[in-house]
């Protein structure tokens, strides 16, 4: 086993042994807000825990894949294509993540899974447009055209990003701001507590580790895998 595989090794534990200390908090210790009567939306308030993270992280991958990309344009060296396109599959999952907890959450919160209102409707958009990226990479052959193509596409799509990020903020419709300290300003939102927000921050650090173990071991296999294609390859034209 060599370092950068110990390494991996460690992260994986690590985040893993993190990650049951997070659930432990989140549904042990973490106190209801007090702003919120109905005991199923004090229940489901705790996916909050794990919905901010995933877009968290999300965004993070995305932006480590952008920087990858710009990157690979400069130095041509497959690293960083390797880098871009293991960071948009571990983002585009924890994006997908995000999306599922916030619709459980909507429907115990405002009874409905979805509605078309600006802040989900660009959320939705930057789903597709990183699912559009996989789809770029998948339809071109040639590995040096697809690794070009597909660091100009990351780059277009990370535009998503800041926008999405700051979409809750320029419209204040269904999807509430909900971290603060006083009443919430939108539907669902809800007044956090020292213990709320710190169990919030642990469960933050949880899954940025995590992302950096599934980030090193996707780089990895990506790795392997292109490897292995070079020597079937190899052996094809013996």
Known sequence: MTSSDRWTAVLIAVAGLLMIAAIGLVFGVAPDPVNLESPVERFSQRIFYFHVPSWWVGFLAFTVAAAAAALYLITGKERWDVIEL??????LTFITIGLITGSIWARS??????????????????????AGYLMLRGAIDHPQRRARFGAVF???????????????????????VVIGT???DAQGGF????????????????????????????????????????????????
């Open 182 to 184: 006083g009443s919430p």
């Open 86 to 91: 293991s960071s948009i599959e571990i983002g």
């Open 109 to 130: 919160t405002w009874n409905t899974w979805w509605t078309w209102e600006p802040r989900l409707t660009t959320a939705a958009i930057g789903w597709l447009t990183y």
């Open 191 to 238: 007044a956090t507590g020292p213990t709320i927000r710190l169990i919030f921050l642990f469960c933050l650090l949880t899954f940025t580790l995590l992302y950096f173990a599934l980030l090193s071991l996707r780089v990895r296999t990506e790795w392997l895998s292109r490897r292995v294609q070079q020597v079937k390859q190899q052996m094809m034209f013996r």
């Open 154 to 176: 990351c780059l277009i799509a990370f535009l998503s990003v800041p926008i999405n990020f700051m979409a809750i903020r320029w419209w204040r419709t269904i999807h509430p």
